[in-house]
């Protein structure tokens, strides 16, 4: 009897055509959540260092490099390959570089050996080694962040230890 | 072996059957899925704006200061670089090469007169217009007119020899002129909010020390402010076109005896002759004389905040730049405000609409709290500048009541184009959306509204970002949403224009403009490093009055590195 298999509309067919069509509205019309960067890296603090804590970050290990300028405390650890161990500026990590910068001379003579002195004041310097160190200075700010500033133990700004 | 031919049999017997089955039902639904197909690959689209610019709107400082967070910046200037100091002006003549001018107000005025220039730079001089917008009626004003009342105004004052001008007037061409007469004629103008009784406006003068006042004849007890201030020596009324025939000129009681009384449409009528359509010449070199408004604060009176000319145009660059370039205003715009002109947020834009040769109107009824469907009413803008009282006002009062289950619809449909990165389009499902809601509104052509929030505003006023979608939906208009506070022109931080994404809660407020930066101060350093930044927002920048400046109210910087109020 032909007419007996009257058209269904709940036929396996339909059913399976009908459900693909659900899903591909739900795929269409699906709440999508925004897209989320992960967050950068945390943003270091500016600190205030001595002689005796600057001396710590001389990229011994996996440790980041510092060295200061007039006071300014730069992160060179993107240059490690000069500023760090077995590089050719390697006396100036951790250290307040300004003399041997403004000599041009990478000796350790150039360094403060008491670390409990008071800064070096640069006062014999003459114009050229100035401007020796000015444009160190400025080539440091360029490429180099500052992270802190380096003050003489016992200074007022000195932190408490 | 005779398992896989069995197996692959049966599969075979069974797709038979299935298709077997196949019927008119069958063929219909199978044509549904394949239209719906065919739509969704056609009707997909990029998103306005690549999905990671929203993911990180701006960027912080690599360093930050114990006890605060870095500083947050936007995009268009990244740490190393200046903010933006100015609007670039370039001189005619000028060599190609040199770095423009930071400008003045001059300078806006200026290019609005200039009028339009082509992509490439020459003029094709097409002037804005300036429109008063009267209930339901515009009045036209030309630039070169404003222009001779600019020269006559300012004339007349700098015979008179003031140096410091208070402007008490509802928004209006004569505001904009006494303003614009200031930065050429050289006197400091302190715009004060009209509605303020004659007391407050009396001790307002006094502090200011004015030696002038413009304000609306009539509109308050003039003997009241004159005794109070002797060191005043002008004062000019401006008479509503219904006043007109009455005699302004008389000295009020107790004034000190060489108190000069004229009439704004007198002076322009006598004088326009004389005057010119031309700006006067000017050096730009000397510096514009700076402007003041009045933050409202707690205590009645407000709180002058002394912009000087430096603030201002870096605001007025930031707010322009701040738009992506197809969304910038332009000279085929009619940017509305309704929003008081007394408020640096309005004000600035309306100068930068200018500076783009753009149409302004201005409402005289505009304010911070103003009926949204009567104060858009009279003209058809293309930019709309009102407050978040405003807005979340008539949200509530109007929108949301009048939003039935065919608008509800709609605004689903059109809020899942949103949340794909795209404006929806003015088409069936938008016109199902606003069956209800802004039935009432005229803003075929609207397709920006910029909608400010003052930092220590009511809660309530603030909006949700289910709200901005909202209005996104309804009024078929790009939102951006912008916190203003006391001692910054312009705004702090001013959300992404092409920013749709809906979330929960109250919306934040996006990156800093270009003109200033952001950082958080007094956080505890305790739980610094963890979770998000949180403290008082501190702002800083060209654009804030005396280079920064620390705001009651407390902040945090979301994961997307967008400004959030904390409470």
Redesign the interface.
Known sequence: MPQAEVMSIASPINLILASLFVVLLYWHFRPKPPVVLPRGPEPIVFRTYIPKTLIEFNGQGDRPVFLAVRGRVFDVTPGKNFYGPGGPYENFAGRDASRGLAHQSFDEEMLTKDLSAPLDDLKDLDADQLENLQSWEERFSEKYLVVGKLVAEGDPEAPAS | MTDQPSLLRQLDAVLD???A??????TI??G??AV??VY?VISSKDPDVH??L???QST???????GE??TYRSLETPHGFPLRLGLNVKDPGAPKWTAGRRGDLRDVWKAALRGSLNPDGTVAGQQGKIYTVLGKQAVEHSLSKVTQEINVIGRHLRESDVKTVAICLTDSVELLAAIFAGAFYGYKTIIVPHNFPAETLSAHLKHVQADALIAEAGSFDVSLVTKENKQLSVVLWVAKEGNRHMDWHEVPEGAKDNLEVSVWHELVEEQQDLAGMTVPEYDPSTPAPALNTVWPSSSQAGEFIDFQSENLVSAIAALNSALPRTQRFTSADLVLSIDSLARSYPLLQVMSALFSNASVALNSVAGEQVDFALATAGVSPTVIIASSRTMSNYHERIMQPHTGPISSLGRWMQS?TL??GNMPSRNFFSQLAQIGPTAELSLDRLRLLCISHRVDGEASARLSSEQLTDLRVFTGARVVYALTGPGVAGAIAQTNVFDY?C?TGQSHFGAPLSSTEITLTGMSEANA?DGLPEGQITVSGPAVVNGKTTLSSRGRIS??NTLELSS
């Open positions: 059957s299935l298709v089955d196949w019927n008119i039902y069958t639904v199978a549904i899925i719906f197909f969704s999905p990671f929203l993911a990180r912080g400082s690599p360093i930050r200061q114990p967070s870095a899942r949340e794909a994404r979330c490093s994961n997307d």
